[in-house]
């Protein structure tokens, strides 16, 4: 695996790095020692711009095991199975595919939530098929520790149309174990698009959509939505068009009532630089308290949710729109509250140690700048990383190099 120069990283961050340290003293986030680390090329490499979008949606995790395990859109193959998963054992070193989703091509999509069920590990995912069908899918991975193996323990079908096309979809449980999943639904005829909610009570192993729709029906495809478990049922924090949103129902509601919804984000990216509307990242952490961060403005913001008192708190902008940022990633990492941001082409790292009273500027996240006449650009800048980790958590930027899309992986340690 290639390791970039400690030279060529000297060149290429000095001014960034002041700059960036400047840009978010500016902003009123206080600045720890901050450290500078470079990435490992992992070797990940595919023709997809959706290789780890999107952003609203979980594409890592990690296994007790010190496993690492990432789901890639490798863009178009023969195969028709575009959605692999990869490990590595051995800190990002190398990685390994270890199993395909089926009828996935090159702008499918996918979410997952890692379970532990009588002590074995379970992927829960939920993925777009191919253009052709443009169905939702559901599948349970089961993991093998002792084996380094997943294996398909269940599939079934969330959502199909023959008069609907569905994709970008997304996964949440809630207290009382019902599984629910949303997905932008575009009418074959009109072409207009929603947000549409499906769900499963267990043991049933049927899925069934409801007459629910968060946002409007238009013909943008600024439609984009986070389940996410809440207090006593599951809420949601939806993107429709540039306003963010927050819904939520309680157990016991019937499935086909509408939920509470009110606006929690203004001034969201124009569908020029967000198409999906997918660029917030929320977690919740152990109280309830949910922690959310999206781009406005060309800002990081931060908001939280306070599960004591039922209400959001003060919107916090959290660096100044000078830095450009377009990406970011809201991580829980032990009792860490980790935010992720990208600066121009690098990334930046804010943590907190106060469950999101307080945030310092911890970590650069850079890479050498490429050489002349070099095809390499790193100027969209996405970044993956478990929303639940371990540190040091594991952190992907995407780069190109000409037609090739590549990841880079990072090592970010909490603060102590």
């Known amino acids: 695996m290639q390791h970039y120069s400690h030279r060529s990283l000297k060149q290429r961050c000095t001014l960034q790095f002041l700059s960036a340290v400047l840009a978010i003293c500016a902003a009123g986030t206080s600045v720890a020692q901050v450290v500078t680390l470079s990435p490992v090329i992992t070797g990940i490499t595919g023709t997809a711009e959706r290789m780890i979008s999107y952003r609203h949606q979980e594409h890592s995790w990690q296994t007790s095991d010190g496993g690492i395990h990432l789901l890639v859109n490798r863009g178009t193959v023969p195969t028709g199975d575009s959605l692999v998963l990869y490990s590595s054992y051995d800190a990002g070193a190398t990685w390994t595919p270890v199993i395909t989703l089926p009828d996935s091509d090159a702008v499918s999509t996918g979410d997952g939530t890692l379970v532990t069920v009588n002590g074995t590990a379970n992927l829960l995912v939920v993925y777009g098929t191919s253009q052709a069908t443009q169905n939702i899918m559901y599948k349970t991975l089961t993991y093998n520790s002792a084996a380094r193996t997943w294996t398909v323990a269940s599939t079934q079908t969330v959502f199909t149309s023959p008069a609907v096309a569905a994709s970008n979809p997304a996964l949440g449980i809630d207290s009382a174990g019902i599984y629910w999943a949303v997905y932008t639904a575009q009418d074959r005829a009109t072409l207009l698009n929603q947000e549409q909610l499906s769900y499963r009570a267990m043991p049933s192993k049927t899925w069934t959509s409801t007459p629910v729709v968060f946002g409007g029906t238009d013909n ?30 309680l157990t016991g509601w019937a499935v086909t009532a509408p939920w509470v919804s009110f606006a929690i984000g203004t001034g969201l990216p124009a569908p020029s630089q967000n198409p999906y509307g997918s660029h917030f990242s929320a977690v919740a952490d152990g109280a309830g308290n949910i922690h959310l961060a999206y781009v406005a403005n060309q800002q990081l913001v931060y908001r939280r949710y306070l599960s004591s008192t039922d209400t959001w708190g003060a919107t916090r902008p ?35 140690t106060d469950a999101g009273n307080t945030f310092a500027f911890t970590q ?7 050489p002349t006449g070099s095809t390499l650009s790193y100027n969209n800048p996405r970044i993956e990383a478990p929303s639940h980790a371990t540190s040091p958590v594991p952190t992907w930027q995407q780069y190109v190099d000409g037609t090739t899309q590549g990841l880079m992986f990072f090592q970010v340690p909490t603060l102590p």
């Open 364 to 370: 650069a996240l850079v890479h050498a700048r490429p």
């Open 318 to 352: 959290m660096t100044p729109s000078t830095i450009q940022a377009a990406y970011v990633q809201a991580v829980l990492a032990g009792s860490n509250v980790m935010l992720m941001v990208n600066y121009m082409q690098s990334i930046e790292v804010l943590q907190s």
């Open 220 to 249: 943008s495809l600024q439609h984009s939505a986070r389940p996410i478990a809440y207090r006593n049922g599951i809420a949601m924090i939806y993107e429709d068009g540039q306003t963010l949103y927050w819904a939520y129902r």
